[in-house]
């Protein structure tokens, strides 16, 4: 009977061991979302890894030798608890399938901010504060609404000057 594994895979290799394991009918799922992130000061769109390092794999250990989906290249070893590797609910998987490609999921992962959501200033005179993103100014910029003595100041700041809380 078929079940899912965690193979823990070499690194940066996911992708390799994918397409190997799956090159020999092997059953294999790398969950990642395609996430929008800061990179020097742009937001751009990125593929990143649920769980990086890892792979679930499907296989009947019976017909399929542990050793085979071990030596696979990009595969370091299956994960192992006790004596034998570990099993993996299969709703698990099934649940990583459904919701990896999902907005909510990334928007979570994201660390491009929304309109409404809090940040904290990490540099310059303000570093520390709090303050509330309004929305993007060009490329590289955002406006934040700055409480001080007790009014919302609109102030624009470069994109690598806060996070998302």
């Known amino acids: 009977m078929q079940r899912w594994y965690l193979a823990h895979c070499r690194p940066r290799e996911e992708e390799r061991a994918l397409l190997n394991l799956n090159n020999q009918d092997i059953e294999a799922f790398y969950p990642y979302a395609e996430v929008k992130k800061l990179r020097r000061r742009k937001v751009v769109v990125l593929t990143e890894a649920l769980f990086p390092g890892y792979i679930f ?17 990009g595969v370091r070893n299956l994960v192992r608890f006790g004596g034998g590797p570990c099993e993996v609910p299969a709703e698990v998987v099934y649940d990583l399938m459904c919701h990896c490609d999902s907005d909510e999921l990334r928007e979570k992962l ?28 060009g490329e590289t910029r955002g406006i934040l609404l700055l409480t001080m003595l007790q009014k919302a100041i609109p102030t624009s700041f470069a994109n690598d000057e806060f996070t998302r809380l």
């Open 57 to 73: 794999v499907r296989a009947d250990l019976t017909v399929t030798s542990s050793v085979t989906i071990s030596s696979t290249r």
């Open 110 to 137: 994201s660390d491009v901010p929304r309109s409404g959501d809090k940040v904290r200033i990490t540099e310059g005179p303000f570093a520390g504060l709090e303050a509330i993103y309004q929305e993007a100014d």
